[in-house]
């Protein structure tokens, strides 16, 4: 499941709408719907992800969030790493080797190092 996707899942649960209903409101299939909420479509376009901004008539903190959240929401990511640091290279090489097999506590854990490090870098 994407951050997107387990953002939809809980503001449609939270409100009782089914998946049938928000897609037909939305103008999309349940399937792709279900496949968007479980990761296994790529990120929504932003013209969609707005109509979902609608649609649960967010206020303006939740709509940047939920806009925040489909850009953080591709399920299939490359990272390119040539020209940079070899420990660059290393780290992302590791984390797809490794990332499967990551608690969810320890998936949090790295990525709050993440966020601090980024932020202390100015990134």
Request: cysteine-free; overall charge neutral; proline content about 4%.
């Amino acid at each position: 499941m994407t951050p997107l996707g387990a953002k939809i899942r809980e503001l449609r649960q939270k409100r009782g709408i089914s998946l049938k209903d928000m897609a037909a409101e939305l103008s999309v299939s349940s399937a792709y719907l279900s496949a968007l909420e479980h990761g296994k479509r790529g990120k929504p376009t932003w013209f969609l992800v707005q109509r979902i901004i609608t649609f649960f008539n967010v206020i303006w903190d939740e709509a940047e969030e939920i806009q925040r959240l489909a850009e953080l929401s591709d399920p299939k990511v490359t990272i390119e790493t040539a020209g940079m640091d070899p420990k660059a290279t290393e780290l992302a090489n590791r984390l797809a080797g490794s990332i499967g097999g990551l608690s969810p506590e320890s998936l949090a854990h790295l990525l709050h190092q993440l966020r601090v490090v980024a932020a202390k870098d100015g990134v």
